[in-house]
């Protein structure tokens, strides 16, 4: 596939002049009501005017029609390099689909990863989402959301459930680092994922949250998933037990709950994005907000993979920094933060309300709440338009899309 720059060599997202003034039937800007009829001007890449048409002040006039302009969405938790593996594993159990799906990916090149983490980005687009919060063993989704222009942070998953394994995997995870902050843009920045707690020991867990602090890089971890993850942990009980003890692995309880175990291990803190929490009560939620983690809820690969769903409604009660993701393709269909907003919120939601948690949910999970989220003057310039009146059973497709102001091209 050819990578898709123009003839000067610029990414996918075309270059805009340096002051536009996008006209909408309706202005979603989140952080306050609509606005009929209304103008986001934006200068460079920030946004410096959101109101009413008629006071707009002058620029370029890009006239976007009967659609509700609103911040980009955020999926704040992807595997932009198994977009490829879509609809591969229907119907295994969890343990059976992520030793399949490893498997599935070790056998993928890096260009096949590369493709398909590019694949991954522009149906993200096609869905309004300008950021992604991607987690990956490898470089395909960092080197695409480079190439493709997006927004996004980069967190390097490593996985190590025998203690004897870790140092070898922080050696590792040092080196991967260094290289990989060489590359940072101002787009798109990286973070370390320790992948979750039945492939990853406490020993490495405490080793990396204690590097992430001292990196002051960001945290993700998927945890409180599965019901054999709960039982591995409490129990040292469960499919996951019984297959580390058979690779020789020593296994005894962990803590009363796998927010607990992240807890004792230091992993716990506004750094750190929680993927999941499905298997929380009310002191598991407790914790979070004590530690002020994001949380990313991915209702539909929940469903998919026969996990349940989170408690959505006591976290929003709550006030926990929770956005929305869509987990990879290979236990979702498609990359829809809108829908799955509303599927997580429930049916008695409000259209707003879901693009809140699609928007500033997403970007208050991962800490970029003062630079995205919002259509407010001074932060970034992160639009998607959808056609107004559109029908919220069906996929979300977005008219129009923009990364700090650059627009992009929906069409490839
Ligand atoms: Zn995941």
Redesign the pocket.
């Known amino acids: 596939m050819p990578a898709p720059h123009d003839a000067h060599g610029a990414p996918l997202v075309a270059a805009g002049a340096r002051c536009e003034r996008y006209h909408a039937r309706i202005v979603r800007p989140v952080s306050g009501p609509d606005i009929e009829n209304g103008t986001v001007v934006v200068e460079g890449e920030r946004i410096s005017y959101v109101g009413v048409r008629a006071a707009a002040p002058p620029g370029n006039d890009v006239e976007l029609g009967d659609v509700i302009l609103g911040p980009g969405l955020v999926n704040a ?1 992807t ?1 932009l390099d198994l977009t490829a593996l879509r609809g591969r594993f229907e119907g295994l159990t969890f343990f059976a689909w992520i030793r399949a799906l490893t498997a599935a990916r070790a056998a993928l090149s890096p260009e096949q990863l590369l493709d398909s983490a590019r694949d991954g980005i522009r149906e993200g687009l096609r869905a309004g989402i300008t950021t992604f919060a991607d ?1 990956a063993p490898n470089d395909a989704p960092f080197a695409a959301m480079i190439e493709l222009g997006v927004r996004g942070i980069a967190y390097r998953e490593l996985f190590g459930p025998d203690p004897a394994q870790c140092d070898a995997a922080m050696a590792g995870l040092r080196e991967t680092m260094a290289a990989m902050r060489s590359r940072e843009t101002p787009l798109v920045s990286c973070g370390v994922s320790p992948h979750a707690p039945y492939s990853v020991s406490d020993e490495l867990f405490s080793a990396v949250a204690l590097f992430a602090n001292e990196e002051r890089l960001p945290l993700a971890t ?1 945890v409180a998933e599965s019901i054999d993850e709960s039982r591995l942990v409490a129990d040292g009980d469960g499919e996951f037990a019984a297959f580390l003890r058979g690779r020789g692995i020593a296994v005894a309880s962990r803590g009363r709950t796998p927010i607990e175990m992240l807890e004792r291990n230091g992993v716990l803190g506004a750094h750190a994005l929680l ?1 999941h929490c499905v298997r929380c009560d009310d002191s598991d939620i407790a914790t979070i907000l004590k530690h002020r983690c994001g949380v990313a809820t ?1 209702p539909v ?1 929940n469903s998919t993979l026969g996990h349940g769903s989170a408690r959505v409604q006591a976290m929003v009660l709550e006030n926990v920094r929770l956005g929305v993701g869509t ?2 393709m290979a236990s979702n269909v498609r990359m829809d933060v809108l829908a799955e907003s509303r599927i997580a919120l429930g049916a008695r939601t409000t259209e707003r309300t879901a693009w809140e948690l699609a928007t500033l949910g997403g970007a208050r999970a991962l800490g970029l709440d003062h630079v995205i989220g919002t259509l407010q003057v001074g932060k970034q310039a992160d639009l998607a338009a959808f056609p107004n009146g559109a029908d919220p059973g069906a996929p979300s497709r977005a008219s129009f899309v923009a990364v700090a102001g650059r627009a992009v091209d929906l069409r490839t």
């Open positions: 938790h595997h987690t998927h993927i991915c690969s987990d990879s």
